[in-house]
């Protein structure tokens, strides 16, 4: 799927925290200096659990901690459900943005993504490129989970 996504409706830095934002967990990847930083939470008031509607957001933070000037081409995303059923998306940059990113520099941004169950996770990439040399590199999006309150949970 390319710019079909459902994880495309994000809000800009600086926007309002959605409704049911808390202090959850977090993950963090760091590639060729690239700090990527997800928080995950559930939207309660948008999912509707006896319709199989089950809807997060996430905070996403990428840090260059890095030496060289770096920009977001595009990214892959792979979200799985707890059927084990994945969505692959593509598309160009994030919330409509090709952030450039100097050594020091951060950018920030909220997004989410729609589940026909009570859980998941995501994972994926972004393709960056080297502002000075061309080079392009892969940087890992952490994977991270998706859980809701709706969730059954087994324990042995």
Not at 6 to 11: F, S, V
Not at 21 to 36: F, K, L, M
Not at 104 to 121: D, H, K, M, N, R
């Amino acid at each position: 799927m390319k710019d079909n996504d459902p994880a495309a409706a994000g809000l800009a830095i600086g926007a309002a925290a959605p409704a049911g934002e808390t202090n959850g967990p977090s993950y963090a990847a760091v590639t060729r200096g690239i700090r990527v930083t997800v928080r995950p939470f559930f939207l309660e008031d948008q999912s509707q659990p006896e319709e199989r509607q089950f809807v997060w957001a996430y905070r996403v933070r990428i840090e260059n901690q890095g030496a060289e000037d770096v920009r977001l081409l595009r990214r892959t995303w792979h979200i799985t459900d707890s059927r084990g059923h994945t969505q692959h998306v593509e598309g160009s940059g994030v919330v409509g943005e090709q952030p450039q990113l100097r050594p020091g520099a951060a950018f920030e941004y909220i997004s989410g993504a729609p589940l026909e169950t009570p859980s998941g996770f995501m994972t994926g990439a972004y393709h960056m490129v080297s502002t000075a040399t061309g080079e392009t590199f892969d940087v890992q999006i952490p994977t991270f989970s998706l859980d809701s309150p709706h969730q059954s949970v087994i324990l042995h």
